[in-house]
């Protein structure tokens, strides 16, 4: 599933998962979602306290670093978060969904946790069936050495910010009207933002372009942006990573938190228009906001937005697989007993299995037709015959291909075929034992029985007759 393709990643970064309250004190909230703190839920308990449901999981997050004294530490957190939004059900968007965020806390090398926590993104948008994906780049001090050159006052950099954040569903010339009659900018400042938020490319050529141009000058926040951006542009290349990002002077990530790298991964396979698929970025500050001696913890992370992955999917019909492996099916004489009790093998050796329960005794067209139409992929199949022999029949629709099997090696055939190579379960290993043990306990008896035919029963072996039982010698 979506939600066990993320953790996996999660586990193999060696994160642990820390969970967080579902609701916050208000206080705990506001201030750190810029002009979407509009959309917090306000809640209002019995005594009396503001509270508000969590927005996203950074922020509480932070406050649970502010009162634990950990140090270096990967975290992830796989929980709902709620907002105020006017819902959109084909853009994946909801008031209430889940979130999956992944964040490494403490003190690293310049960039390092950055790359990481980019790699982990880019890892699992990989492995899950959505297309290609692009990940958009930015840093925030570079952003506002942008604003600062082009003139922007610096009790407007937060609210512009959120203006050029729009630039990827709005066009260039209705940011510039906001920024200039909306937020009041002058409009030469706003023209020349205009010629750096327009700029993107491949981060190295992009990042070159830039310095040979001196776009800068020597702004010293821009020059500590852009060095920080060549790290972390090989340490991506060193992880493979950074064939899918993308340097765009854009990106703004309206969040009031951020303080260095910001990130979005969109989908660029074509279909649905989801925005963002995940999103995240280096938030340094805002721990210090809930401790009692501002004590600061360098923070970074990522949070996939699971809804917009499930939307993708359902648009490309990924998610019209069953979650159903095998039909337990029966002809003849055979009934929901014996359907029953092989389901329960199968289920036991971690196959995933079905039986039609409305009738006791099936014809095979309309469990056929049951198979079909919920996307089953694999037939067991019991008649009289089978389970005299104590085997079982297992037929892949997709190919046609049918096979007799052992029933007792039933479930690790499908297993192999699924691709969940492993250790047999116990209850399937014990049945393959039994099976076997009556396999050679049969052998034994009819080597018995031809010596005392005086039948040479094995290669290699001769018999010699006594009055009352044979004794076998090489």
């Known amino acids: 599933t979506v939600f066990e393709t993320i953790r996996k990643v999660f586990d193999r970064h060696g994160a642990v998962e820390i969970d967080t309250p579902?609701?916050?004190?208000?206080?705990?909230?506001?201030?750190?979602?810029?002009?979407?703190?509009?959309?917090?839920?306000?809640?209002?308990?019995?005594?009396?306290?503001?509270?508000?449901?969590?927005?996203?999981?950074?922020?509480?997050?932070?406050?649970?670093?502010?009162?634990?004294?950990?140090?270096?530490?990967?975290?992830?957190?796989?929980?709902?978060?709620?907002?105020?939004?006017?819902p959109q059900l084909a853009r994946g968007r909801y008031r209430e969904f889940y979130q999956c965020d992944f964040d490494m806390a403490g003190s690293y090398l310049p960039m390092v946790a950055d790359a990481e926590v980019i790699t982990v993104a880019t890892e699992i948008l990989s492995a899950l069936p959505i297309g290609s994906f692009e990940v958009k780049l930015n840093h925030r001090v570079l952003l506002d050495a942008i604003f600062e050159i082009c003139g922007v006052p610096p009790s407007k950099f937060r609210t512009i910010c959120s203006a050029v954040d729009k630039l990827d569903k709005e066009p260039w010339e209705e940011v510039r009207r906001e920024m200039v009659e909306d937020k009041g900018l002058a409009e030469e400042s706003a023209d020349r933002i205009g010629t750096f938020?327009?700029?993107?490319?491949?981060?190295?050529?992009?990042?070159?372009?830039?310095?040979?141009?001196?776009?800068?000058?020597?702004?010293?926040?821009?020059?500590?942006?852009?060095?920080?951006?060549?790290?972390?542009?090989?340490?991506?290349?060193?992880?493979?990573?950074?064939?899918?990002?993308?340097?765009?002077?854009?990106?703004?990530?309206?969040?009031?938190?951020?303080?260095?790298?910001?990130?979005?991964?969109?989908?660029?396979?074509?279909?649905p228009s989801v925005g963002s698929i995940a999103a995240g970025g280096r938030y340094d500050n805002l721990v210090g906001m809930f401790s009692e001696n501002s004590q600061q913890v360098p923070c970074v992370g990522v949070s996939i937005g699971v809804e917009r992955v499930f939307a993708i999917l359902e648009a490309k019909q990924t998610l019209?697989?069953?979650?159903?492996?095998?039909?337990?099916?029966?002809?003849?004489?055979?009934?929901?007993?014996?359907?029953?009790?092989?389901?329960?093998?199968?289920?036991?050796?971690?196959?995933?299995?079905?039986f039609?329960?409305?009738?006791?005794?099936?014809i095979m067209k309309a469990q056929m037709e049951f198979a079909l139409n919920k996307k089953i992929p694999y037939l067991v199949i019991i008649g009289e015959t089978e389970l005299e022999q104590d085997t079982v029949n297992v037929k892949e629709l997709a190919t046609q291909e049918e096979v007799a099997l052992p029933r007792a090696q039933a479930g690790n055939w499908i297993r192999r075929r699924l691709g969940r190579s492993g250790e047999v379960a116990p209850q399937e290993q014990q049945q393959e034992d039994d099976a076997a043990a009556r396999d050679n306990g049969a052998a034994e008896a009819q080597h018995r029985?031809?010596?005392?035919?005086?039948?040479?029963?094995?290669?290699?072996?001769?018999?010699?007759?006594?009055?009352?039982?044979?004794?076998?010698g090489v």
Not at 72 to 79: D, P, V
Not at 453 to 472: D, E
């Open 197 to 271: 938020v327009t700029r993107r490319g491949q981060p190295q050529e992009l990042h070159k372009l830039l310095l040979e141009q001196n776009v800068f000058g020597t702004h010293p926040g821009a020059c500590k942006a852009m060095e920080e951006l060549a790290l972390l542009w090989d340490y991506l290349d060193a992880m493979g990573a950074l064939k899918f990002v993308a340097f765009d002077l854009s990106l703004a990530r309206g969040l009031d938190y951020y303080t260095g790298v910001i990130y979005e991964c969109v989908f660029t396979g074509g279909g």
């Open 22 to 86: 579902v609701f916050e004190l208000k206080e705990t909230l506001t201030g750190k979602y810029g002009e979407d703190s509009k959309l917090i839920y306000d809640l209002a308990d019995q005594g009396g306290e503001l509270l508000a449901l969590r927005y996203d999981l950074t922020v509480p997050f932070a406050r649970f670093l502010s009162m634990n004294s950990i140090g270096n530490i990967k975290r992830f957190h796989i929980a709902k978060v709620y907002r105020r939004d006017n």
């Open 356 to 362: 039609m329960q409305n009738k006791d005794r099936l």
């Open 320 to 354: 019209s697989q069953s979650n159903v492996d095998v039909l337990v099916t029966s002809v003849g004489k055979v009934g929901v007993r014996q359907r029953m009790a092989l389901a329960k093998e199968l289920w036991s050796a971690q196959v995933s299995a079905e």
């Open 449 to 472: 029985a031809d010596a005392e035919a005086g039948v040479c029963c094995r290669p290699g072996v001769a018999v010699q007759k006594t009055s009352k039982f044979s004794v076998l």
